[in-house]
């Protein structure tokens, strides 16, 4: 019988300083496999996540996912006593994590020279646009502009039309992933040297990183990838068709043996035959074509049919499905994707699950995010401070 251990992040704490998604989404990630997460905002001006996006009875509902597994605490660091504050909770922590502009920390007597003096062992992950030097790293920066000087708008949208950016945090998604990553690195060349370090993250690098090989084709052959919509100039037929009954669905065929069986399912063996359909990029140039095929034959059946066609061909087929048919979707009920907590605010609530499953050590999710400083109390009261200290800390502003 396998043993149950606590998560694998147990008794690591990290404080989370950083507003809106990149920064906070690493503390979540990290927050999912057991570190005592701290968020510490403003107390006046909270996280404004908090109030993006649609919410309910007030409680807006995208902190409700960034928060969670998070204590709330209060704390202006610009007044000696949240500056005081922040340096005693750092000589108890393992990680900061902050996205202020470069400089901003420093200002206020808590940058990196202040902080390791309090915890030789501390790692510093600092989030920002641009990095923290560099002839950007004074702008303000978001993962909108990190979407389009990355060449990611460029080469996404149809040829003939305006490139296009996605209707989410994209950039910042992704730079939170590698900052939970490069946390977890840099942690792990602490255990080597016992001294913390500083992590240097620009939200405009891990989007050009998944981008793939595009700098490397630059670079060697001068090739520019264009916008090419949902087809690929690596292999065909590759796009969303729409089906008898009004729906749509997605076909790839990135590997050859895919690719004609699709064309004997869709009724077109002989292009298989074809002296351009032995590869990828050919067929990719030939593309005219095959969608005629495998769309003409889609259109002339319902989407329950072409996935069931599909995979009993062994095809690979997926329905485009909007977020209601995602929430009922079977096999993310089976992997539990969305699973279901329950909040003392809203009552049951239904989010993402743990980004992944671990077989003897498995991520929670503890909470969902908590009210503003509702945590403030306790924690300062663990860290030590008696309630007169509070008090004093209340009346100068900085809680």
């Known amino acids: 019988m396998t043993q149950a251990y606590d998560p694998p992040l147990t008794r690591l704490r990290v404080i989370d300083l950083a507003t809106l ?11 999912d496999f057991g570190a005592e997460v701290i968020k510490i905002e403003h107390p006046t001006k909270p996280d404004p996540s908090r109030g993006h996006g649609p919410s309910k009875d007030g409680v807006g509902l995208w902190w409700k996912l960034l928060g969670r597994n998070k204590r709330t605490l209060t704390l202006n660091l610009s007044t000696p006593g949240g500056r005081d504050t922040l340096l005693r909770l750092a000589a108890t922590s393992d990680v900061i ?16 020279q202040e902080l390791s003096a309090a915890n030789p062992r501390l790692v510093l992950a600092r989030v920002t646009g641009f990095g923290q030097f560099g002839p950007y790293a004074q702008r303000p920066g978001f993962g909108t502009l990190a979407e389009a000087m990355s060449g990611f708008a460029a080469i996404t949208g149809e040829p003939d039309a305006p490139p296009v950016l996605p209707p989410f945090g994209l950039a910042d998604s992704i730079a939170g992933l590698a900052t939970a990553y490069a946390v977890m690195t840099a942690l792990a060349g602490r255990d080597r040297t016992g001294e913390g370090q500083i992590v ?61 069986r699709v064309m004997r399912l869709v009724g077109r063996p002989e292009l298989i035959e074809e002296p351009w359909f032995g590869s990828g990029a050919d067929r990719a140039r030939h593309a005219d074509v095959l969608d005629e095929a495998v769309g003409t034959w889609i259109a002339r059946h319902t989407r329950e049919e072409v996935i069931e ?5 062994e095809a690979a087929v997926a329905p485009i499905q909007d977020i209601r048919e995602v929430m009922t979707d079977p096999q993310y009920r089976a992997l539990d994707t969305l699973t279901t907590i329950d909040d003392p605010d809203l009552g049951p609530l239904r989010m993402q699950n743990v980004l992944f499953r671990l077989s003897d050590t498995p991520g929670a999710i503890r909470w969902a995010g908590r009210p ?25 502003g900085a809680l």
């Open 21 to 31: 998604f990149a920064g906070p989404l690493a503390a979540t990630m990290l927050g």
């Open 97 to 112: 994590i902050e996205n202020f502009r470069p400089g901003t920390l420093e200002k206020w007597g808590l940058g990196w």
């Open 200 to 260: 240097d993250m620009a939200i405009i690098e891990p989007i050009l990183t998944v981008l793939g090989p595009q700098p490397l084709w630059y670079d060697q052959l001068g090739h520019v990838q264009p916008r090419t919509g949902n087809r690929s100039a690596n292999n065909a037929p590759r796009n969303t068709y729409r089906t008898a009954d009004g729906s749509w669905v997605a076909v790839s065929t990135s590997a050859q043996s895919v690719a004609e």
């Open 309 to 313: 066609a599909f995979e009993k061909a």
């Open 372 to 396: 503003h400083g509702a945590d403030t109390d306790a924690i300062l009261t663990e860290l030590g401070l008696s309630e007169p200290d509070i008090e004093t800390l209340r009346q100068e």
